[in-house]
C-alpha cells in the first residue's frame, strides 16, 4: 500500500494565511446536498469553517466523477466508516472530514493528478495525498455473484482503507474517546458533502433524510450487495426519484417510434 505526499510550494507561513481565501474560493459553489432532504448534510464551506476554528487538518474524501465509480468509492468508505473498529477509524476525530471532487479541489490542490481516495488539507497549507489499491469483489461493483467470501473481501477492504488512514494521521491517545466522536460525527451523520444511503442490489439506492417520494422503492428479487456493504456514502447530486425519471426518458426517446 503506497501513499503520495505532496507539500504545497509555498512558505508554510504564507500558506496559512492564504489558505481560508484559497479554500473559501474553491469550494464557494460546492455542495452534493441532495434537493428535497429533510436534513441535508452540511456544505464544504462550512467544513472547512469548523477546521480553521478546530484547528484541524481537512480530509476531503474524494468524489469521482464517474457515476460508477461513486457508487465504489462511497461503498469503500461505507464499509470503513460504519463496521471499521474503533481503532480502525479513531485517527479520523484528528480531523474535519468532507466531500468533494477533484475540480472542487483544483484552487486547493492543483499539483494532484488523478482522483485519490482522499486528500488532506494542512492548516500550513500543505496538500497529502492519500491513495492505494483497495481489495475488488466479483461480479459488478458491490455486487456479488453469490455470498461467497463476501465478508473476507469486505474487512480486506476495510483493513486497506484504515491503514491508508493510519498512516496518513498521528495516532490518537484516547482510541475509546476519539472512536465516539467519529461515530457521532461521520456514523451517525454523513460528512459534509454526502449523505448516507442503503442498496440492497434491486433497483435504487435509498438515501437517508428524503422524503418517502424523492425515493423509489421497489423489490426485485435479485441483486445482492453484502450486508457490510449495504450502507454507503450517497455522492450525487440528484435523488434516486430524478436519475431514475431522467434514466426513464433518455430510454424512452432512444426508443423507435411505432
Request: proline share 8%; aromatic share 6%.
Amino acid at each position: 500500500m503506497r501513499r503520495r505526499t505532496f507539500l504545497a510550494a509555498v512558505g508554510a507561513s504564507a500558506a496559512a494565511a492564504l489558505w481560508p481565501r484559497l479554500i473559501r474560493n474553491a469550494f464557494a459553489d460546492a455542495s452534493f446536498d441532495v434537493p428535497g432532504a429533510r436534513r441535508t448534510a452540511p456544505g464544504l464551506p462550512s467544513a472547512q469553517t469548523r477546521a480553521l476554528q478546530a484547528s484541524k487538518p481537512l480530509f476531503v474524501i474524494v468524489v469521482p466523477s464517474d457515476d460508477a465509480k461513486k457508487y465504489e468509492r462511497g461503498g469503500a468508505w461505507g464499509e470503513y466508516l460504519n463496521h471499521g473498529t474503533a481503532a480502525e477509524i479513531a485517527p479520523l476525530a484528528g480531523v474535519e472530514v468532507a466531500c468533494a471532487t477533484m475540480a472542487d479541489l483544483s484552487k486547493l490542490a492543483p499539483e494532484v493528478t488523478g482522483e485519490p481516495l482522499a486528500v488532506i488539507v494542512h492548516l500550513d497549507g500543505t496538500i497529502q495525498v492519500v491513495d492505494g489499491p483497495l481489495p475488488q469483489f466479483r461480479g459488478s461493483g458491490r455486487m456479488m455473484e453469490d455470498g461467497s467470501g463476501e465478508d473476507a473481501v469486505v474487512e480486506k477492504r476495510i483493513r486497506a482503507v484504515s491503514n491508508l488512514v493510519h498512516r496518513a494521521l498521528p495516532p490518537v491517545a484516547d482510541v475509546p474517546a476519539a472512536a465516539a466522536q467519529v461515530v457521532k460525527s461521520l456514523r451517525q451523520s454523513p460528512p459534509a458533502g454526502s449523505h448516507w444511503a442503503s442498496h440492497s442490489g434491486c433497483g435504487p439506492a435509498v438515501v437517508e433524510g428524503l422524503k418517502d417520494d424523492d425515493n423509489v422503492g421497489y423489490g426485485c428479487g435479485m441483486g445482492h450487495v453484502p450486508a457490510k456493504s449495504s450502507r454507503f456514502l450517497y455522492f450525487f447530486a440528484k435523488t434516486p426519484r430524478q436519475m431514475e425519471q431522467e434514466y426513464i426518458a433518455a430510454k424512452d426517446k432512444k426508443a423507435p417510434r411505432r
